[in-house]
């Protein structure tokens, strides 16, 4: 029996199965996926077994991934009801999906995982937000479910409450800062550069900033301020993102993205 089952699986999911290919064998993992053709693609890609229907993944692992869009969970959950039973845990990573949602449609009391990752998951650096009542779970459940985000990345446990925003930030974040890269390495385009260096050259830099946040445990703010020289080139460039709304357009990034998940609830 494999311990990890995925159904779907889309861009999301097929991040986290290569994020947990790093630390775990592909017997340890099932998955099944309505694309017949995506889905032998993926079997072929990575040894990892296909099968053909969402209750037959159901029965083959205990920690079930839905990795399947919002709109898509209503069906998915009457098509595994009846397959779930008390052993077994199911992680949700789609934005707005309340746990209890979940456990009113698979019929009652079950062990539900509601989690936010992002896509960095597929080269071990994603980031995930994560929350479910811990008293249901046994410490070797805790230890696994630990173990699984800690493969691809990061996790932080949050109330529930706080899971849209969580999705709003890290999990719909990585394309505004695929956006960011692809701009500066225009800028650098522009003067000169080929494109493919200046794109090495902004992701690195994106990475080196990330990683001085995350290690020095300075404040961004003051991380900045290191760079910028009085009167110099940096300082310029701030003042410039400053005088077109830097700042504002992510916050309304972040603002559109979460709005849009309290929109979905209410469908």
């Not at 089952?5 to 290569?18: D, E, Q, R, S, V």
């Not at 053709?37 to 890609?45: D, H, I, L, S």
């Not at 009391?109 to 249901?136: D, F, H, Q």
Request: hydrophobic letters at 40%.
């Amino acid at each position: 029996m494999a311990k990890f089952g995925f159904i779907g699986m889309g861009n999301m999911g097929y991040a986290i199965l290569k994020g947990l290919l790093k630390k775990y064998e592909p017997k340890d993992m099932v998955f099944s996926e309505i694309n017949e053709e995506r889905g032998q693609r993926v079997w072929k890609e990575t040894g990892v077994s296909f099968v053909k229907s969402s209750e037959a993944c159901v029965k083959e692992a205990k920690y079930l991934v839905l990795a399947v869009k919002p709109q898509y969970y209503d069906g998915v959950l009457m098509q595994i009801r009846d397959f779930v039973n008390e052993d077994h845990i199911v992680i949700t990573i789609a934005p707005g999906i309340e746990r209890e949602s979940v456990k009113k449609a698979l019929g009652g009391a079950k062990k539900i995982v509601r989690a936010m990752p992002n896509t960095p998951a597929l080269v071990g650096e994603g980031m995930s937000g994560v929350c479910y009542e811990e008293g249901l779970y046994s410490e070797e459940e805790k230890a696994v479910i630990a173990d699984f985000f800690g493969s691809f990345g990061k996790m932080e446990r949050v109330e529930e409450g706080l899971m849209d925003a969580v999705g709003s930030l890290s999990g719909c974040s990585p394309a505004y800062v695929y956006m960011l890269i692809e701009a500066m390495a225009d800028g650098g385009v522009k003067y000169g550069l080929p494109r493919a260096k200046a794109y090495e050259m902004a992701a690195q830099t994106v990475l080196g900033s990330a990683k001085m946040v995350l290690e020095t445990g300075k404040h961004p703010g003051e991380l900045k301020d290191m760079v910028c020289s009085p009167a110099g080139t940096t300082i310029a460039g701030v003042s410039a993102l400053e005088e077109y709304g830097f700042r504002n357009a992510i916050l309304k990034a972040i603002d559109a993205s979460y709005e849009k998940t309290l929109k979905m609830r209410e469908k």
